[in-house]
């Protein structure tokens, strides 16, 4: 014969109950509350991005852009440069934006802010021309250990588009 349930039975039961429907509406919201977050760091993304390709069009990489494009070997800008750093001339100073841009792309994807399969799509093998381009001058001029996320950067791009290393390496 089947005995009936007493009254703290039936209480345990409903209680389990309430838990288990709790818990399982904790899990769902946990995985939503991820989406969410997914969704920020990629909104956040976006915005980094589209600031830094419209500082690639404003003026003042566009000057720098069009000063570097003057020379047409890295021995050029190099003997350049280490002429306009040592007499403070204001195009050295307009030549470091170009660098200071990509010192900061690279900062910025080393810490995640910046997604590398976007610079590699945007940039590839033009971010390692450039740094092939600048590294002589950088390194005559500074030393070697100056912008290295920049090297960092055109490094992992080298890899990631498959261009031989250059001697000096980045």
Avoid: C
């Avoid at 990489?61 to 190099?78: G, K, M, N, Y």
């Avoid at 307009?94 to 200071?100: A, C, F, G, K, S």
Wanted: no cysteine.
């Amino acid at each position: 014969m089947a005995v009936a349930a007493n009254w703290t039975e039936q209480l345990t039961a409903i209680a389990t109950s309430v838990g288990a429907i709790g818990l399982l509406g904790a899990i769902v919201a946990a995985v939503y509350a991820g989406q969410q977050v997914r969704e920020a760091r990629r909104s956040r993304q976006a915005q980094i991005a589209a600031e830094f390709l419209r500082r690639w069009d404003e003026d003042a990489l566009v000057d720098a852009r069009r000063l570097i494009d003057r020379f047409q070997t890295p021995q050029e800008v190099s003997a350049a440069f280490q002429q306009y750093v040592a007499s403070g001339a204001p195009e050295a100073y307009v030549l470091y934006r170009e660098l200071d841009y990509f010192e900061q792309l690279g900062a910025l994807e080393q810490r995640g802010a910046f997604d590398f399969e976007l610079i590699r799509l945007l940039l590839g093998r033009t971010l390692v021309a450039r740094w092939e381009m600048w590294r002589p001058a950088i390194h005559a001029a500074h030393g070697a250990g100056v912008y290295p996320m920049f090297e960092v950067l055109a490094g992992k791009m080298r890899a990631a588009v498959g261009e031989p290393s250059s001697r000096g390496g980045a």
